[in-house]
């Protein structure tokens, strides 16, 4: 056996002192120390490890129980983790009997129980005695059986379980991606023009947070103000922002973030801190003059497979300060010069939306045209002479299945259900909330073999949620369907009636 890696898994709970050695195959394990009396004791080997030559690892993990006294507290807590790996995950359980649930802080207090889990995704937690129990699933990265919150994967169950009398209850949990909680900071300001700053945050920010409505920029003593004509996402951690008039060389201004409802947010939407959302330079006079450029489009000339629903997004390297386009754009239908109709808006100051208002024909060529020229931006700048000419195929959904049915249970959450189809061949999902008798209906679907579940919106955001650590909220109940269904080609499969095993 890898030795190390063995000897890496192994835990016993109560947590207890002990020593290791080998004799070839055989591992020899000695505790240290006093054990308690009449207490139960638990040693388990879990999964994250395997022999040398082969490199295979156990399907679940191993677990043998002892006792210092006459009985065996015999408890039990069986499960299943459902997520995209399973191997190496973690549940740990939580003894309520003993701590306030509500003050319990997962970062700072280990487990009682805990066990390791297997590529089966199976688990079973044993020696447990009557009381009331919380678990989690989580991904230990940093092996220290505590939770970090910006790094460990973390799945709650849906509510404490409660044991008596040698029950056995069967959990199913599913484990999320890290929840992220720490507030975006300003690192810094640097001056790119004498019109043109660039500030830096802590962390990767969503674009559409972001306007000039989010910064006041002053001098340093806060009685003059200069305004900011447009401002926009640089990089991932970077913001430009253009000031309507020259900022003056050795001058010291002060950029203030605002933290009211018009705060830039990151990606998983927390706004500005509240230590460092302020910072000051010194005006450079640089006369540095930048020229538009498109930076992306919304996809490449002659594209293939794009849906029906497609919305074009066109960003630019600086905010757009000309707002009426419409006459700049022309988005047509080759096979009969059909002229399509469309909204357009500005998500962010340097991004164009084009919006058709109807659906785009089955497997059907188009063109989007837009005269680019003479566009323009808030540094007073004008495009180059550019006409953009997009062609594009709409995807063929002739090849595509239908598929309806009903759910023949209720989670019984007093909420909303969800329905979830998950593609088996690229993890594309399609969602749809079930009506009042639980049916659902799929009218156009790629082939494919799907994953079915169900789950509850008790928060009513349309998604499912795994719970959260800190403020601790349990996740929403959910079901996965053993069976696979399977979507074919140019047929519809109707009445699909969907069972709790």
Known sequence: MNKSEVIENVFISPETPFTFSWSGKTLRIELKGDLKESSTYTLSLGTDYSDYYARNKPAEAFSLVFSTGDAIDSGQIQGKLF??????????????????????????????????????????????????????????????????????????????????????????????????????????????????????????????????????????????????????????????????????????????????????????????????????????????????????????????????????????????????????????????????????????????????????????????????????????KKFADTNINLRFQTIDKRTWGAISGRVDFNLDCGADLYLVLESKKDKSKYIQKLDENLEWEFTQIPTGEYQVEVFCDKNGNSKYDYGKASPFSFSEPFYIFPELLIVKARWRVENIILQKK
């Not at 790996?85 to 487990?111: H, Q, R």
């Not at 959302?277 to 489009?297: A, Q, R, T």
């Open 83 to 380: 997520a995209e790996k399973t191997d190496g995950a973690y549940i740990f359980c939580y003894c309520l009997s003993d701590k306030d649930k509500d003050t319990l802080n997962f970062s700072s207090t280990k487990p009682d129980y805990f066990t390791q889990v297997g590529s089966n995704g199976n688990f079973k937690i044993q020696a447990l005695k009557d009381g009331e129990y919380r678990l989690f699933a989580i991904r230990d990265l940093h092996s220290n059986r505590l939770y970090d919150a910006l790094t460990d994967d973390f799945g709650a169950y849906i509510e404490d379980v409660k044991l008596v009398s040698d029950s056995i209850p069967f959990l199913n949990l599913k484990l999320g991606p890290p929840l992220d909680s720490l507030k975006v900071q300003l690192y810094g300001l640097e001056q790119v023009s004498n019109r043109i700053v660039e500030a830096s945050f802590s962390k990767d920010l969503d674009t559409f947070s972001i306007s000039s409505k989010s910064f006041i920029l002053s001098d340093s003593s806060e009685q003059n103000f200069i305004k900011i004509s447009s401002a926009f996402l640089n990089s991932k951690q970077s913001v430009l922002l253009v000031t309507e008039a020259p900022l003056q060389k050795g001058e010291k201004y002060k950029l203030t973030c605002l933290r009211d409802s018009n705060s830039i947010k990151d990606e998983f939407g927390n706004s500005i801190s509240y230590q460092k959302y302020f910072s000051y330079f010194v005006s450079n006079g640089l006369e540095l003059e930048i020229e538009p450029k498109i930076i992306k489009l919304p996809f490449a000339d002659s594209s293939f497979n794009v849906p029906y629903e497609q919305e074009f997004n066109f960003i630019f390297n600086m905010g757009i300060k000309e707002k009426d386009i419409a006459k700049r754009i022309k988005l047509i239908r080759l096979s009969d010069s059909l002229d399509y109709d469309f909204d357009f808006s500005f998500p962010a100051e340097n991004i164009i939306r084009i919006s058709p208002k109807q659906l785009f024909m089955n497997f059907e060529n188009y063109v989007l045209s837009f005269f680019a020229d003479s566009l323009l931006f808030c540094n007073d």
